[in-house]
Nanobody, 114 residues
Framework: VQLQASGGGEVQAGGSLRLSCTGSGIRLSAYAMIWHRQAPGKQRELVARISSGGSTITGDSAQGRFTISRDNAENTVYLQINSLKPEDTAVYYC?????????WGQGTLVTVSS
């Protein structure tokens, strides 16, 4: 089982990014999928979650600018981030949850410059 997160990079404040999380050896459609992020010197925090049925939850710090979605045909989950701010700088991790089992990807770094 492998989750491959991609799409991070360095962008200027106000820009947008779309992060992708693609599964190998795992059928993501059966899993609730989450995005967490960890900024330098801070604890990891929930960004967004999408259930296997498509219901979404967005973390308090991600309200209004972050959108999680999934494409089951592509076995991929996305995180669209708009109006990026320097405080969004973090490593973004995707995870797949089924019951008590959670798989994590390796993370993708987003750096936002002012």
């Amino acid at each position: 089982v492998q989750l491959q997160a991609s799409g991070g990079g360095e962008v200027q404040a106000g820009g947008s990014l779309r992060l992708s999380c693609t599964g190998s050896g795992i059928r993501l459609s059966a899993y609730a999928m989450i995005w967490h992020r960890q900024a330098p010197g801070k604890q990891r925090e929930l960004v967004a979650r999408i259930s296997s049925g498509g219901s979404t939850i967005t973390g308090d710090s991600a309200q209004g600018r972050f959108t999680i979605s999934r494409d089951n045909a592509e076995n991929t989950v996305y995180l669209q981030i708009n109006s990026l701010k320097p405080e969004d700088t973090a490593v973004y991790y995707c995870g797949a949850i089924y019951g008590v089992q959670t798989y994590w990807g390796q993370g993708t770094l987003v750096t936002v410059s002012s």
